[in-house]
């Protein structure tokens, strides 16, 4: 069936580096959406891509979308300990109502 | 803000129970989702409603049923509990396509239930 591969599972950095976690699909997304779940939280909706070869920026986050449609990335320049959690990719297929999602790469931030 | 509320936050139950994980959503969407969330596996969708009285399977509906008798409320229900049904339960609501102002098929979570079957 339909796929969303992140990678990695996990990340640990220290305060000051850079991350950047990578997803992968199987067939071509209408748009991809990335989430942030802080532990012990549930997950919060950041960014929506929507066309090929998008980039998008909040602040220390960079969000790309790729040419095929079919992976994205987000890249944290200078991390804080603000920014641990697990950050999902979230596919959408056909335009319909069902996300796909990643499983998810969770980051710890050493101060 | 939107705010989708679940009925509990921690659920014990015995193994052959029937469950009921209750979801309501403030914020008049048409489409709700239930996931279920475990470690390495991501949010695995159970079943999603995009409007009152219908209903979709998702990826991994064996073993409970929905019900959607109100726009606001979308019911998860294990017939029959079963140890493999222990995990986290997130329910979601999104408003439909293309509204104005709104990002289409973005979804709010609550704040999920952990369910422990014994």
């Known amino acids: 069936g339909q796929q969303v591969m992140q990678i990695p599972q996990y990340q640990h950095v220290q305060e000051g580096e850079d991350f950047t976690t990578y997803c992968n699909s199987s067939?071509?997304?209408?748009?991809i959406q990335w989430y942030k779940q802080r532990p012990g939280g549930h997950p919060v909706f950041l960014i929506q891509?929507?066309?090929?070869?998008e980039v998008k920026k909040q602040k220390r986050l960079t969000f790309q979308f790729g040419e095929a449609k079919k992976n994205s990335s987000l890249h944290i320049t200078a991390t804080q300990t603000t920014d641990v959690g697990t950050y999902f990719c979230?596919?959408?297929?056909?335009?319909?109502?069902?996300?796909?999602f990643g499983s998810g790469t969770r980051l710890l931030v050493r101060p | 803000d939107v705010k989708v509320t679940q009925s509990s936050r921690y659920l014990v139950k015995r193994t052959g129970e029937k469950v009921f994980l209750e979801c309501v959503q403030d914020?008049?969407?048409?489409?709700m989702f239930w996931y279920r969330q475990d470690p390495g596996l991501g949010l695995r969708l159970i079943y999603f409603?995009?409007?009152?009285?219908?209903?979709e399977k998702g990826d991994i509906p064996e073993g409970y049923s929905v019900s959607r008798e109100k726009k606001e409320r979308f019911s998860l229900i294990l017939e029959s509990a079963s140890t493999n049904q222990t995990s986290m339960y997130l329910c979601?609501?999104?408003?439909?396509?293309?509204?104005?102002?709104?990002?289409?098929?973005?979804?709010?979570f609550g704040p999920g239930t952990r369910l422990t079957v014994t």
């Open positions: 979601a609501s999104s408003p439909t396509f293309e509204k104005p102002g709104q990002t289409s098929y973005e979804q709010y």
């Open positions: 914020m008049d969407h048409e489409n």
């Open positions: 979230a596919g959408l297929v056909d335009s319909s109502y069902k996300l796909i």
């Open positions: 067939t071509t997304l209408s748009n």
């Open positions: 409603s995009y409007d009152v009285k219908m209903k």
């Open positions: 891509l929507v066309k090929s070869g």
